[in-house]
T-cell receptor, first 111, second 115 residues
Framework: GIQVEQSPPDLILQEGANSTLRCNFS?????LQWFHQNPWGQLINLFY???GTKQNGRLSATTVATERYSLLYISSSQTTDSGVYFC?????????????FGKGTKLSVKP | DADVTQTPRNRITKTGKRIMLECSQT?????MYWYRQDPGLGLRLIYY???????NKGEISDGYSVSRQAQAKFSLSLESAIPNQTALYFC??????????????FGSGTRLTVV
C-alpha cells in the first residue's frame, strides 16, 4: 500500500515564526488532505489538495503530485496552532475515498 | 449540533465484554469510516462504508465488526474487548463526486479503555 512519511516529527516555534511541514508519499494519489489535531483531540480538515496550491488565512498548502510530496506552510504562528498536523492520502480507483495517514508532525508554539 | 456525533465520548470496559461505539452524521454524506488512533502511530482504518449496502474491511479489522443502519448511522462493535484495543476511535464522513466533496469531517472521538 501507499506509504506516507511526514517531517519533521516534532517542531518547536516561537510565536510569530513561520514553518514548513512536509509530506512524502510513495505512489500516485488523487486524494490528499491535511488535518490539524488540537490538544483536545479534535481533528479539523485544513485542506483537500491532491494537486496545486491553496491558501486559507495564514495557512497554505502545495502538492506536487508528479514528485509525490506536499507542503503545509504556517505563517506568523500562534499558540493556537499547536497540535499535531496530519497528512493523509488516497490512491486511484474505487478506494479513492479511503485515506492513509502519516504519523504526523507535532507542533508546539511558545508564547 | 455537531455534523458528526460519536457516543460515548469516554468508556471504560472490562476484558471480554462486548461494546458498541456509535456514530451519526447530518452531512448527508454516503461515505463513513472508522479509524483508530494510538500514540505515535497516526490513524489507522478499521472499516469503511461507501453506502448502506457497501461495507469493507480496512487495515486493522480483526476483532471489530460494523453495522451501517442507515445512511446517517455507522456503528463499530468490539465483540470481545481486549486491552490492546485501548485507543482513541474516530468516525468520519466524506462525500463523493468531485473535488472537496472528498474532504473528511471527523467526529470528536471516543476514548476507549479496556481493563
Amino acid at each position: 500500500g501507499i506509504q506516507v512519511e511526514q517531517s519533521p516529527p516534532d517542531l518547536i516555534l516561537q510565536e510569530g515564526a513561520n514553518s514548513t511541514l512536509r509530506c512524502n508519499f510513495s505512489d500516485s494519489v488523487n486524494n490528499l488532505q491535511w488535518f490539524h489535531q488540537n490538544p483536545w483531540g479534535q481533528l479539523i480538515n485544513l485542506f483537500y489538495i491532491p494537486s496545486g496550491t491553496k491558501q486559507n488565512g495564514r495557512l497554505s498548502a502545495t502538492t506536487v503530485a508528479t514528485e509525490r510530496y506536499s507542503l503545509l506552510y504556517i505563517s506568523s504562528s500562534q499558540t493556537t496552532d499547536s497540535g499535531v498536523y496530519f497528512c493523509a492520502v488516497g490512491g486511484n480507483g474505487g478506494s479513492q475515498g479511503n485515506l492513509i495517514f502519516g504519523k504526523g508532525t507535532k507542533l508546539s508554539v511558545k508564547p | 449540533d455537531a455534523d458528526v456525533t460519536q457516543t460515548p465520548r469516554n468508556r471504560i470496559t472490562k476484558t471480554g465484554k462486548r461494546i458498541m461505539l456509535e456514530c451519526s452524521q447530518t452531512k448527508g454524506h454516503d461515505r463513513m469510516y472508522w479509524y483508530r488512533q494510538d500514540p505515535g502511530l497516526g490513524l489507522r482504518l478499521i472499516y469503511y462504508s461507501f453506502d448502506v449496502k457497501d461495507i469493507n474491511k480496512g487495515e486493522i479489522s480483526d476483532g471489530y465488526s460494523v453495522s451501517r443502519q442507515a445512511q446517517a448511522k455507522f456503528s463499530l462493535s468490539l465483540e470481545s474487548a481486549i486491552p490492546n484495543q485501548t485507543a482513541l476511535y474516530f468516525c468520519a464522513t466524506s462525500g463523493r463526486g468531485q473535488g472537496s466533496n472528498y474532504g473528511y469531517t471527523f467526529g470528536s472521538g471516543t476514548r476507549l479503555t479496556v481493563v
